[in-house]
């Protein structure tokens, strides 16, 4: 069984990522048989107590992954144009049920 990650995408680029970069990005993802979705985040509502709750503005967007071997997807991670333009991303497991 592969495991599931969940990888968030911070909005820390320290210089201005290009489409082009983003569509090599996707491609390489896609033909890497790993990624399985993903999105760019919008508006935001705390539900709850939200002076407990910290928004999560600086996360920009989520990816999911299927991969049985994990230095494969960090390899592949390396590639993320948020990484390549001075940012980074977080790969979270997701635990099996």
């Known amino acids: 069984m592969k495991t599931q990650y969940l990888l968030l995408i911070q909005n820390n680029a320290t210089s201005v990522t290009t489409p ?11 033909a890497s048989g790993l990624f399985k979705g993903g999105s760019a985040l ?7 107590d939200p002076q407990s709750a910290q928004s ?9 992954f299927d991969a049985d071997n994990r ?8 590639l993320h144009p948020v990484v390549l333009h001075g940012g980074s991303v977080e790969l979270c497991e997701m635990p099996r049920t």
Do not use: N, P, S, Y
Not at 42 to 48: D, L, N, Q, S
Not at 56 to 64: A, S, V, Y
Not at 71 to 78: I, M, P, R, V, Y
């Open 42 to 48: 919008g508006e935001r509502v705390v539900i709850g």
């Open 71 to 78: 230095a494969k997807l960090l390899e592949l991670l390396q």
């Open 20 to 30: 082009a970069a983003w569509d090599r990005f996707f491609a390489a993802a896609e």
């Open 56 to 64: 999560t503005k600086h996360i920009g967007g989520f990816m999911r």
